[in-house]
């Protein structure tokens, strides 16, 4: 493709992510109630990590069907920070991603001497076994009864007492980790993920250090996922273990990618607001017990992948708009 | 030493009927490069059949073990027969390739069936209690009930039954043909796209059979499923990926692994232990323990 057709589809995207950005940005001022601000906040925390899942699935190409174990390792330390230190668990927001992108370094080293299928099924090995850790660790994780957070509404300079507050804190957080992790999917950094992607042994006889490489996608995957997973136990104020490293979340995840482009960073504004709104929905009309949610997103799976494999975004860029 | 001796055999009889569910997803996974993610969930449904087929009809589940596994098939028949073919011909693929495309589509299966059986089912744990079900057989010292001993009679029988149709037919050893070189195969004048069907339909198959006999032994829930794939996940991968046979030394490891580490170690590390060892194997030896046996 021409560079100057492949600059204007990008800038495309852009502004379909800053539309949705101003979109949400309004939302409140629209009078809704704080049910959907409650789902949007919800569906922003996916976001983010769905957007760091895209740039270690879809730009460096290696599958992890497990996010949660950056994500649970996120939702856990906000907790823990909160229980066993007695500090604000507002510090699991520093301390979730840097614990999440430390485990993603450890981690990849082993990991990444698989590849293609067997390096997906090993992430799920992963993610089982933090499971499993947190649900046996009752001392310290409180095991499949989970634990509070206490209430700490006043960090530093901001008051988290109303909604609205949690709401535009979580919408410049999501801003800010898509653009960081776009504008890293569009440097140096990113072709070098993508030429991996690619072609792994092509990229190494061009002089990329494919492992390097991988590890670094990963531990900045694993950062963002970690910065939603602690914000996310911090509004719920609880966490268990199958919220945290369970498979319904870590599937969430991957399909909000797969659905909005897994390769399109930005794919996710239009992805996780629209999914978590469908589920939502599908929980109102037929209960929360029900599993037909579960049940309607296996359909839409299905009917994505074989009607459009590459993701919504490129729907919405393709319109002539 | 006796507690020892029937753990060991307690393993080796879970073991061997892990082994019937795995070696079927590693014969999907041989003929196809694809994860069947929803293995587990084929015998999820097979347990759910016995069961309503004894209630309902009060027979020996045993007796009709052909009905469950037709149920299964024919659901495969339905995956690959229509939705993967589908998903083929079009050509488009998710990014990742083949692989993760058709993971994903399997994955949406998976949350069909088991979702789909919470809402007919309800998430209610069943058991199916027949008149043996309590026997006990004496082994040397050990104690072991009698479903585990006829659980693994069968699987014993089946995998065998696999194994002769795998070397000694002409349809096995194109299948073991379209394993080795798909390319080549087909060259040969195999018909991929038809050995692609009949693996799935010996696999869900196999699941079905495990299915059935999984239902005497465990508690029978509609995430049930979750749990063998996984499972067999760990298994295929400790027996070499595409090595049916290497599936099944791996299942009887992974029983033996399992019950040992819950007797001596704990309970509820159980299943923790089965990923570590997985991911030991993986690492010193990702090609698999028997990696380099092909059946």
Not at chain 2, 99 to 109: A, D, K, S
Not at chain 2, 218 to 240: N, Q, R, S, W
Request: hydrophobic share 60%; with cysteine; aromatic share 14%.
């Amino acid at each position: 493709m021409k560079r100057q057709q492949l600059v204007l589809r990008k800038s495309k995207r852009f502004n379909v992510f800053l539309l949705v950005t101003v979109i949400l940005c309004l939302v409140p001022q629209l009078g809704v109630g704080t049910y959907i601000l409650r789902i949007l906040i919800l569906s922003l925390v996916f976001l983010i990590a769905t957007s760091a899942w895209c740039l270690i699935s879809g730009y460096a190409g290696q599958i992890n069907l497990a996010p949660t174990m950056f994500f649970g390792l996120g939702v856990y330390s906000s907790a823990l920070v909160a229980r066993h230190l007695g500090l604000s668990p507002w510090l699991g927001l520093l301390i979730g991603p840097l614990l999440a992108a430390s485990f993603a370094l450890i981690i990849g080293f082993p990991l990444f001497r698989l590849h293609g299928a067997y390096f997906a099924l090993a992430t799920l090995a992963v993610g089982e076994i933090l499971y499993y850790v947190m649900v046996n660790g009752v001392w310290f994780s409180g095991g499949t009864v989970g634990l509070q957070i206490p209430f700490t509404p006043k960090v530093l300079f901001v008051d988290f007492n109303d909604i609205y507050s949690q709401y535009y804190f979580i919408l410049v957080l999501a801003f800010l980790s898509t653009y960081i992790l776009y504008r890293i999917a569009m440097s140096r950094l990113g072709y070098y993920f993508m030429a991996i992607r690619d072609d792994e042994d092509t990229a190494m006889s061009m002089g990329i250090n494919v492992l390097k490489y991988k590890e670094v996608a990963f531990c900045l995957s694993g950062f963002f996922t970690g910065l939603a997973g602690a914000f996310y136990s911090n509004f719920l104020l609880y966490v268990e273990p199958s919220m945290a490293f369970g498979i319904t979340p870590a599937l969430t995840i991957v399909i909000m990618g797969i659905l909005g482009g897994a390769d399109a960073i930005l794919g996710a504004w239009i992805s996780a607001p629209l999914l978590t709104f469908i589920m939502e929905g599908l929980r109102l009309l037929f209960g929360a017990a029900g599993a037909y949610d579960l049940f309607t997103l296996g359909i839409l799976i299905i009917l994505i992948i074989l009607v459009i494999p590459r993701g919504l975004i490129r729907l919405v860029t393709a319109a002539k708009i | 030493m006796s507690l020892l001796f029937e753990t060991l055999i307690a393993g080796v009889m879970t073991g061997g009927l892990y082994g019937v569910i795995a070696v079927g997803l590693a014969l999907i996974f041989g003929v196809m490069r694809v994860i069947n993610f929803a293995h587990g969930d084929f015998v999820m449904v097979a347990m759910y059949v016995t069961y309503f087929l004894h209630l309902w009809f009060k027979i020996d589940p045993l007796l009709v073990i052909f009905v469950p596994i037709a149920v299964v098939a024919a659901i495969a028949f339905v995956v690959e027969g229509f939705i993967l073919r589908l998903s083929r011909a079009r050509g488009v693929f998710v990014l990742g390739g083949k692989e993760l495309t058709g993971l994903m589509i399997l994955v949406g299966i998976s949350m069909l069936l088991e979702n789909g059986a919470q809402i007919v089912w309800s998430p209610n744990y069943r058991s199916l209690v027949l008149p043996w079900s309590s026997n006990v057989i004496s082994i040397w010292s050990a104690k072991i009930p009698l479903p585990y001993v006829i659980a693994f009679i069968i699987s014993i029988l089946t995998t065998i039954l696999f194994y002769v149709f795998m070397t000694k037919t002409d349809l096995g050893r194109a299948i073991r043909a379209t394993v080795i070189n798909r390319e080549a195969a087909s060259l040969m004048g195999v018909d991929t796209d038809k050995i692609n069907l009949i693996a799935w339909l010996i696999a869900s198959a196999m699941a079905g059979v495990a299915g059935v006999v999984m239902a005497t032994l465990f508690y029978i829930y509609p995430t049930v499923g979750l749990v063998f794939t996984l499972k067999a996940f760990i298994i295929t991968i400790l027996g070499g990926m595409g090595s049916a046979i290497g599936a099944f030394f791996g299942a009887l490891l992974l029983g033996i692994v399992e019950s040992v580490g819950a007797v001596y170690i704990a309970v509820g590390y159980k299943e923790a232990i089965g990923y570590i060892i997985f991911l030991i194997v993986l690492l010193l030896k990702p090609s698999g323990l028997f990696g380099r046996f092909r059946v």
